[in-house]
């Protein structure tokens, strides 16, 4: 069964470490995730794009696989799906194909818009028992076609958006999607500790989780994150894996051509690099 991510956050805020959220492509994808959070007895969220739902040819289709997986592998530990950076209606469409939590990012409208937005879906989402997150300011790169500037969050927007009765707030800090260039400055915890003074003690999302420093993970967590999204790293070391498989000819063998076989290393790869995270974050035993 799923549960929304409100109590696995407020735990994970209440004991200082952060929950893990893994974004989701297919079934073996899924299936890595699972495997590594169940092994490791941690909490997890599972996120999905707009881009990955209509990849996996909606979100009824995504809902039915997960729900079912979750039962067919025998999980134990609390189990969220998550629509990640959803607009308007992709949080309408998860409402209804019975996700368990969805994002609203209105973080490209102006606040009050924003506002206006947010309020009606956290109505919603919680009239069916469902976690919502917001976004305020701006996480910068690309992430599946989702721009973003890069705009520190001003606290007092923060305290708005909050006020509504979301359960955990993403808030730009600097952090940005995909590989972080070179001469990124790094986060700002100046912003980070403002934004958590004023938005009573919510748990903050951090996005844009890979190649975040682990010194910078362990400060973003005291100073109130509970929820740290990683994305990117899941897909590079699947690429890395898959390409090492095919490259070293072993798909020439007569066996490589079986998708089982052939997936296989990528997903151990994912597998690997999610209970990496988990003991980063401080989350292993806490599902
Ligand atoms: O929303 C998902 C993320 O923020 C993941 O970011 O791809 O940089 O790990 P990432
Ligand atoms: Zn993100």
């Not at 490791?40 to 040819?57: D, N, Q, R």
């Not at 994002?103 to 102006?110: K, R």
């Not at 919502?132 to 989702?146: F, R």
Request: aromatic share 6%; hydrophobic share 40%.
């Amino acid at each position: 069964m799923l549960v929304n991510a409100t109590e696995m956050l407020l735990k994970a805020r209440d004991g200082h470490y952060g929950v893990p959220q893994f974004n989701i492509n297919n079934l073996e994808w899924t299936k890595a995730v699972l495997t590594a959070c169940e092994e490791m007895k941690s909490p997890v969220i599972l996120g999905v794009s707009e881009g990955a739902g209509k990849y996996m040819t909606g979100y009824k289709t995504v809902a039915a696989m997960v729900k079912a997986m979750v039962e067919s592998m025998g999980i134990t530990v609390p189990v969220a799906l998550h629509l990640d950076h959803g607009s308007y209606e992709g949080c309408m469409a998860c409402i209804e194909a019975g996700f368990s939590s969805i994002m609203f990012d209105g973080s490209h409208y102006s606040i009050e818009e924003n506002v206006a937005k947010t309020k009606e879906l956290v109505e919603l989402a919680h009239s069916k028992g469902m976690s919502i997150e917001a976004e305020v300011g701006s996480i910068g790169g690309v992430e599946d076609g989702v721009v973003g500037t890069g705009e520190i969050a001003d606290p007092e927007e923060c305290a708005k958006i909050t006020a509504l009765g979301i359960d955990f707030l993403a808030a730009g800090i600097g952090n940005i999607h995909g590989v972080y260039p070179a001469n990124w400055k790094g986060l700002d915890f100046e912003a980070l500790d403002r934004i958590h003074k004023a938005t009573n003690n919510i748990p903050l999302v951090l996005h844009g989780g890979t190649g975040i420093p682990d010194e910078m993970i362990a400060k973003a967590i005291s100073l109130g994150v509970s929820k740290i999204n990683i994305n990117t790293e899941c897909q590079l070391v699947f690429a890395e894996a898959t390409r090492k498989y095919i490259e070293e000819g072993k798909d020439q063998q007569g066996k490589g051509f079986d998708p089982r076989k052939l997936l296989a290393p990528g997903a151990k790869a994912i597998e690997a690099k999610c209970k990496e995270k988990i003991e980063l974050f401080g989350c292993a035993g806490k599902g």
